[in-house]
């Protein structure tokens, strides 16, 4: 199994930058795919980004795009997500998730990811 713990969340204006990490447990988290979620008040958890196993490929959620970046560092069993110019849609809970299909490439639904964080809060203000 795999656990996730993210950090780094927080309050920031309209504009600002936050990088949030996410650390994962056991020997095998190099063959699992990584997301990004998120989940305001009231709405549905939604897909945010994804890096495939090695990194050599991501997505975003056409929200996102140009403004986060999704990366990992296998060696030290951590993904990120660098947040720039963000804006007060962006604020809710973020959300690490792992899916243990190393060779699907590209996907979006809660329910292709089989372990999560968490969570950590992000605010914007406006």
């Known amino acids: 199994q795999v656990q996730l713990v993210e950090s780094g969340g927080g309050l920031v204006q309209a504009g600002g930058s936050l990088r949030l990490s996410c650390a994962a447990s056991g020997r095998t988290f190099s063959n699992c795919a990584m997301g990004w979620f998120r989940q305001a008040p009231g709405k549905e958890r939604e897909f945010v980004a994804r890096i495939n196993y090695n990194g050599g490929r991501t997505y975003y959620a056409d929200s996102v795009k140009r403004r986060f970046t999704i990366s990992r560092d296998n060696a030290k069993n951590t993904v990120y997500l660098q947040m720039n110019v963000l804006k007060p849609e962006d604020t809710a809970v973020y959300y690490c998730?792992?899916?243990?299909?190393?060779?699907?490439?590209?996907?979006?639904?809660?329910?292709?990811?089989?372990?999560w964080g968490q969570g950590t809060q992000v605010t914007v203000s406006s």
């Open positions: 998730a792992a899916d243990a299909s190393r060779y699907v490439s590209d996907r979006r639904l809660t329910a292709h990811y089989d372990y």
